[in-house]
T-cell receptor, first 112, second 111 residues
């Protein structure tokens, strides 16, 4: 199993540009989520999904969209990038609703 | 709203010394609590969950509902324990899949 994969690893955007961060898992997990990690802030939940076709907002959803058309994929879309979205983004998945079991390697995003 | 507090941003100990990473939470019900670890240049890993009462890599954590704490302990620290540690809280049930993380404690174990 590849586990949880994320692409790209690094990305630089200009303010106002849009892009999609890709996340995929091959473990047939129902539960997936997106977090951002900022220095001194820990991890904050952006959006999560409890199964294909079902998504919900986390703690910091503004400026981000998600969809879950398949069990495997959970892309995160930045609609109009802002410097405040400069961060490291982690995707995660679990077979259980209890906690997060597997994290992806992260995407480091810089918005100038 | 629930909250997780890790009062120490940085913690430095010597190899062989006991280590305790503090975690306090605010929630009036019965929470699920977790510790996660992130070694340098690696992805986050689940270290342990309170409900399983397990010991991983020599670490243990006990839930103290009276003090609303879930401190992580190890009797003899090793250099390879140097990492960022996050405490996390999950509340509710059903399809509630929201985890709240603390801000993390960077542990350095000196030789």
């Amino acid at each position: 199993n590849a586990g949880v994969t994320q692409t790209p690893k690094f990305q630089v955007l200009k303010t106002g540009q849009s892009m999609t961060l890709q996340c995929a898992q091959d473990m047939n997990h129902e539960y997936m989520s997106w977090y951002r990690q900022d220095p001194g802030m820990g991890l904050r939940l952006i959006h999560y999904s409890v199964g294909a076709g079902i998504t919900d907002q986390g703690e910091v959803p503004n400026g981000y969209n998600v969809s879950r058309s398949t069990t495997e994929d959970f892309p995160l879309r930045l609609l109009s990038a802002a410097p405040s979205q400069t961060s490291v983004y982690f995707c995660a998945s679990s077979y259980s609703v209890k906690g997060v079991r597997y994290f992806g390697p992260g995407t480091r995003l810089t918005v100038t | 709203a629930q909250r997780v507090t890790q009062p120490e941003k940085l913690l430095s100990v010597f190899k062989g010394a006991p280590v305790e990473l503090k975690c306090n939470y605010s929630y009036s019900g019965s929470p699920e609590l977790f510790w996660y670890v992130q070694y340098s240049r690696q992805r986050l890993q689940l270290l342990l969950r309170h409900i399983s009462r397990e010991s991983i890599k020599g670490f243990t954590a006990d839930l103290n509902k009276g003090e609303t704490s879930f401190h992580l302990k190890k009797p003899f620290a090793q250099e390879e324990d140097s990492a960022m540690y996050y405490c996390a809280l999950q509340v509710g049930g059903g399809s509630n899949y929201k985890l709240t993380f603390g801000k993390g404690t960077l542990l350095t174990v000196n030789p």
